[in-house]
């Protein structure tokens, strides 16, 4: 079964280069990884979409930041519905979105503190 990472990078600043993105592609050079952030056109939105239809099995990380969440509805949209195989990781605080997750408790999801955690947490949910 494929899997794959998606990082969503909701800060509003410009942010390339993701060292942990680097550090995935290099422990895990069998996942397919995309990334985008609160400025990404429609059409990565729609097949980061569509990654998450067809790959039932991704992690999704979410970078908290002050970036407009209504940019992504259609991608939070289909975050929020349950997939027993999908993991949510939030790295920092986002009140708004820490709300949305505890609101639906079907959602496999955990927080993180900075990208060490997570490096430990994808560690553990990615198969070698």
Not at 18 to 44: G, I, K, Y
Not at 93 to 115: F, G, K, Q, W, Y
Request: proline share 8%; hydrophobic share 45%; glycine share 4%.
């Amino acid at each position: 079964m494929m899997q794959a990472l998606l990082w969503m990078d909701l800060s509003d600043e410009p942010n390339f280069g993701q060292p942990v993105l680097a550090w995935a592609r290099q422990h895990f050079p069998n996942l397919a990884v995309f990334d985008l952030d609160t400025r990404s056109e429609e059409m990565l939105q729609h097949y980061a979409v569509r990654l998450l239809q067809e790959t039932p099995g991704t992690i999704v990380c979410l970078k908290a930041g002050e970036g407009n969440l209504n940019q992504l509805m259609p991608l939070l949209e289909e975050l929020l519905q349950p997939q027993p195989q999908r993991h949510l990781l939030l790295l920092g605080h986002h009140p708004r979105l820490s709300r949305m997750l505890h609101a639906r408790p079907t959602i496999r999801h955990s927080a993180v503190a900075d990208e060490e955690e997570l490096k430990r947490l994808l560690l553990q949910l990615i198969p070698a």
